[in-house]
């Protein structure tokens, strides 16, 4: 099963723009075949098989979207010029889980290209490099919502290398190195594109313990690094939450939860 979705991508920054607006630059497009990632043991045994939605920038500047679902490497044209980043959102439709509840895997090009053959360059997508996909976005809508930003802030520009080296930095939370999905990314790019880059752009956002009366467990987040939670008898269930829906899910069923409400559908219903 393949589809392909256009659409113009409305939060490109400035510098993107220019290159692809402006008359006499030409920006050439590079084959990349996509090396899925494995699924984490638990989704893979209790969700099965996965859809992917994949997203990327193509060389004309548009935001395009793909549907895969067969067995294989998906392949798609990126601009060789311009650092890009590709997102692979898991959905399970069978589960009536849609893209978008659990994290998404990625890479950015030209950094995780592992190499070429036959012309078509192969483009790791992992489930740190998902972070990096969504960390170049943010800054991305950053940059186009604040008034400027210096070059090396801009995510085209921005040091990829040292930003990946930080999840082994001691200094970053070890609750951030552990699963990093627990920052918000929103944020930590606004900081960025005011002030700079620096350790202080990544913290952990305030999480408050939230009880719910669903079974003992275990549950897992929909972080590939949530560490599964567990509840011992007699203690009742209670999944760490704020204002946002975070989706938790067992061999009961699929939780939906925050700190205003909760929603469990069991698999079936």
Not at 157 to 171: A, G, I, Q, T, V
């Amino acid at each position: 099963m393949k589809i392909f979705k256009k659409g113009f991508l409305p939060v490109l920054p400035a510098l993107l723009l220019f290159v692809h607006c402006n008359a006499g630059v030409s920006v050439t497009g590079a084959r990349c075949s996509l090396e899925l990632p494995a699924l984490p043991p638990a989704w893979a045994e209790l969700l099965g098989a996965p859809h992917w939605r994949i997203e990327w920038i193509s060389p004309e500047g548009k935001a395009l979207t793909r549907i895969w679902a067969d067995a294989g490497a998906p392949e798609i044209d990126l601009p060789q010029t311009l650092a890009n980043p590709v997102s692979a959102w898991p959905f399970f439709p069978d589960r009536g889980i849609p893209a978008g509840l659990l994290r998404p895997a990625g890479a950015v090009f030209p950094f995780d290209a592992a190499g070429e053959k036959s012309r078509t360059a192969v483009l790791r997508l992992g489930w740190q490099g998902g972070i990096d996909a969504a960390l170049y976005r943010e800054l991305a809508a950053a940059v186009r919502d604040g008034s400027s930003a210096q070059a090396a802030r801009i995510p085209q520009n921005f040091d990829w290398k040292r930003f990946r080296e930080l999840f082994s930095d001691p200094e970053i939370p070890d609750a951030v190195r552990a699963d990093p999905w627990i920052v918000d990314w929103k944020a930590a790019a606004e900081k960025i594109v005011k002030s700079g880059f620096n350790k202080r752009s990544i913290t952990a956002g305030e999480k408050a313990d939230t009880p719910v009366p669903v079974s003992r467990g275990p549950w897992f987040g929909s972080s590939p690094f949530a560490s599964p939670l567990s509840f011992e008898e007699g203690t009742a269930p209670a999944f760490p939450a704020d204002k946002n829906t975070a989706v938790w899910f067992s061999g009961e069923g699929l939780l939906k939860v925050n700190t205003s409400a909760w929603l469990l559908t069991k698999w079936g219903e």
